[in-house]
């Protein structure tokens, strides 16, 4: 599901979630988060974890998550400078509007009025909400999708959980189900190809008596017209 859209202001920034040695210095091993939120009641987001902060890589997560038309605003960070160029799939413009901010001086833009407020404030949000123990490159993803989840349908969580349990548990049964007819059709199958097997066996068997019975017979009849002193 994308974010934005044409005139919709969406936020991007990265950020690095790691643990502290000994709680002092600068963060060590870590795993970087590139993520972005629209400017609207809804606050729609995306949060994808990244293994490098190159142009290729976050320039491909934007047109992916990113409607066209959207106005991006961001930091200098150089692998955001071609945002304007980027294209679809069919090789047309997603016409995006880009706008940085420096934070070397401002905050916030004093021509533009471009900041990335919003998107450094969901950060705080989302790291207060994660133990650090879950920031390892297995279980951050499961932890930001909850994040995602949870905004996505705030003050209906409980509802939506009961439906997410309730899809999964009939489409289970609907597959066990499946599978239990289609096991038993196949056995069907099979017992009424062992039935027309026996069928046939059996008709051979008969077939073998009649023939045995009749070739008896007629070796008795042939016997009562051979002479008896024909040595």
């Known amino acids: 599901e994308k974010i934005g859209g044409p005139g919709i202001i969406v936020e991007i920034d990265e950020s ?28 729609r987001i995306f949060l994808v974890p990244v293994e490098q902060r190159n142009a290729a890589t976050l320039l491909d997560i934007i047109a992916q998550k990113v409607a066209p038309g959207s106005i991006i605003y961001t930091d200098c ?11 679809n799939e069919q090789g047309d413009s997603l016409r995006y509007q880009h706008l ?27 790291k207060l909400r994660i133990f650090p123990k879950n920031y390892a490159k297995k279980q951050i993803g499961h932890s930001l999708n909850f994040f995602i989840w949870r905004r996505k349908f705030k003050g209906q969580q409980w509802s939506r959980a009961m439906h997410c349990l309730r899809t999964i548990y009939f489409e289970t049964v609907e ?28 008709s051979n068997y008969s077939l073998d008596i009649e023939l045995e019975s009749s070739s008896s017979s007629i070796t008795s009849s042939e ?9």
């Not at 502290?20 to 606050?43: F, H, I, M, P, S």
């Not at 901010?101 to 021509?111: I, L, M, T």
């Open 223 to 231: 016997s009562e017209f051979i002479p008896s002193d024909i040595e």
């Open 16 to 43: 690095k979630f790691g643990k502290r040695k000994y709680d002092v210095g600068g963060a060590v091993e870590g795993q970087w988060v590139l993520g972005g939120v629209e400017r609207t009641e809804e606050r």
């Open 77 to 87: 960070w150089r692998a955001y400078n071609s945002i304007p160029q980027l294209v």
């Open 100 to 126: 940085t901010v420096n934070h070397e001086y401002n905050f916030v833009d004093p021509v533009t009025f471009c900041c990335t407020n919003t998107i450094e404030g969901t950060w705080n949000g989302i």
């Open 175 to 202: 597959v066990e189900e499946g599978e239990q007819n289609s096991n038993q059709e196949i056995q069907d199958q099979d017992n009424n190809q062992d039935q027309d097997n026996n069928q046939d066996i059996q």
